[in-house]
């Protein structure tokens, strides 16, 4: 089964970039892009997404809020990949503390957040081998 993506940005022009990079990257993949939290969660229920890549704020919610909702969707994790130009140590400590998070820092280095996809790729099929 292709894995399923969710790009989550406020931003009509990155959501369109990152749609159009992330889908070249990975032809295989089922690519969905919004920008509202609440249709967000609904696109994870309904299509089995396996990454979210968002950024740290998603009107009317936090990353914490979004965060929190994602990973209680669905018996299987889901990758939650979080695009932040956020400076403080500690703010990101707390964010790659929560199991199945990630950071990519803004700028956003295209290479950097394609190989994180592909490595949490890697991991969700290594999973379904087991």
């Known amino acids: 089964m292709p894995v399923s993506i969710l790009i989550v940005d406020n931003d009509e022009l990155t959501r369109d970039i990152l749609f159009r990079i ?3 990257s990975l032809p295989d993949a ?8 609440e249709l967000a969660c609904a696109i994870c229920v309904k ?3 396996n990454i979210v ?5 998603i009107p009317p919610t ?3 809020l979004m ?7 669905g018996p299987d994790p889901i990758k939650i990949i979080i695009m932040t130009g956020e400076s403080q140590q500690i703010k990101l400590d707390k964010i790659i503390s929560i199991p199945n998070t990630y950071i990519v820092q803004k700028p956003i ?3 950097e957040l394609l190989s994180l996809i592909k490595d949490k790729i890697a991991e969700l099929n290594e999973l379904e081998r087991h």
């Open 30 to 37: 089922v690519i969905h892009v919004t920008a509202k939290f």
């Open 53 to 57: 890549v968002t950024t740290t704020s």
């Open 109 to 111: 280095n295209v290479e």
């Open 22 to 24: 992330v889908g070249f």
């Open 62 to 64: 936090s990353s914490d």
């Open 67 to 73: 965060i929190d909702a994602v990973h209680k969707i």
């Open 47 to 49: 299509f089995k997404v």
